[in-house]
């Protein structure tokens, strides 16, 4: 079992910046790849960004790439999502997630896969005011 706790979530303004933060607990963090994912009202839930459990690889979507940041802390059990220039249009629930068995796969893999991960956290709301 993995428990995953986001946080940082809040009413922001548009252009303005933001940083989530996912503590992990309940097994070996480093050993598994991370994502952060997000879901707006009524629509599905869509990939944001993923890391390697090493923290060397990362991944983004075309439309966050160059804004956002993923980056993760093993020692910390945590990791991080860096939101600069935000939009009305990315008011959502954000989650992070774990994909436990991404242990055995290289180094540099995490995936885009909604559906690869194995634990979510709760959720944190973003709000992006126009």
């Known amino acids: 079992q993995v428990q995953l706790v986001e946080s940082g979530g809040g009413l922001v303004q548009a252009g303005d910046s933001l940083r989530l933060s996912c503590s992990a607990s309940?097994?070996?963090?480093?050993?598994?790849?991370m994502g952060w994912f997000r879901q707006a009202p009524g629509k599905e839930r869509q990939f944001v960004a993923a890391i390697s459990r090493s923290g060397a690889s990362t991944y983004y979507a075309d439309s966050v790439k160059g804004r956002f940041t993923i980056s993760r802390d093993n020692a910390k059990n945590t990791v991080y999502l860096q939101m600069n220039s935000m939009n009305p249009e990315e008011t959502a629930v954000y989650y992070c997630?774990?994909?436990?068995?991404?242990?055995?796969?290289?180094?540099?893999?995490?995936?885009?896969?909604?559906?690869?991960?194995?634990?979510w956290g709760k959720g944190t709301k973003v709000t992006v005011s126009s």
């Open positions: 309940g097994r070996t963090f480093s050993r598994f790849a």
């Open positions: 997630a774990a994909d436990v068995h991404s242990y055995s796969l290289p180094t540099t893999y995490a995936s885009r896969l909604r559906d690869d991960y194995d634990y």
